[in-house]
C-alpha cells in the first residue's frame, strides 16, 4: 500500500501531536490513574526488548503500570508548561506484528511511526510561586493496535507510546 502524501503525513502528524501534547501533561497533572492508557501495551521487539521503552530522568521505568504508580505515590503535584514542539514522521508506513490494519490506512496517515520533541517548563510542588523547571521529553508514537482490531469508540487512544525519555534541564 502506498504512503501518505507528504501534505496527508504533515497534517496528520501535527494534528496527532496537538491533540497528545492537549490530552498527556494534562493526564500528568491530574488524572494520573489514567497515564498507562497513552503507552503501548507491554511487549517484546524480535530480539527481545521491552515495549514501550520509558527512561526518566535516567532511569529506566520497567513498563506503564509502574511509571503511572511512580507518578501516582511519588512524584509531587506538577503542573506543565509546554513551549513548544517538533513532530516528525519516522515512518510513513508502520506495521505491528498481528495486527490488521483498514486497507486505506497507510494512504491517510493512520499507520505512521511519528517522532514528538516536546520542551518546556515544569512545577514540581504545590505552591504557585514554585520555581519552574524546563524539561525536555522525546516520544516514539505508533498508531494503537487495540484501534486496528476494536475499532473506532472501543478505545479512546489512537496513538500511544511506544518509547519516551523525559529529561528535567538543570
Request: proline residues 8%; contains cysteine; charged residues 15%.
Amino acid at each position: 500500500m502506498a504512503a501518505p502524501s507528504q501534505d496527508v503525513a504533515t497534517k496528520v502528524s501535527t494534528e496527532v501531536a496537538e491533540n497528545f501534547i492537549q490530552t498527556f501533561y494534562p493526564a500528568l497533572q491530574s488524572a494520573r490513574p489514567t497515564i498507562a492508557t497513552f503507552y503501548l501495551s507491554p511487549t517484546a521487539t524480535p530480539d527481545g526488548k521491552a515495549l514501550p521503552a520509558i527512561l526518566f530522568n535516567g532511569n529506566i521505568i520497567p513498563n506503564p503500570a509502574a511509571l503511572q504508580t511512580m507518578f501516582q505515590q511519588d512524584v509531587p503535584a506538577a503542573h506543565y508548561e509546554v513551549q513548544s514542539f517538533d513532530c516528525q514522521v519516522l515512518n510513513p508506513s508502520h506495521t505491528a506484528e498481528n495486527t490488521q490494519f483498514d486497507s486505506r490506512a497507510a494512504v491517510i496517515g493512520k499507520k505512521m511511526t511519528l517522532l514528538l520533541g516536546v520542551n518546556g517548563y515544569v512545577r514540581l510542588g504545590e505552591p504557585r510561586d514554585a520555581d519552574m523547571r524546563g524539561f525536555s521529553d522525546t516520544f516514539v508514537l505508533v498508531p494503537n493496535p487495540a484501534m486496528a482490531t476494536a475499532g473506532r469508540g472501543k478505545t479512546s487512544k489512537e496513538w500511544v507510546i511506544q518509547s519516551q525519555n523525559f529529561r528535567l534541564v538543570v
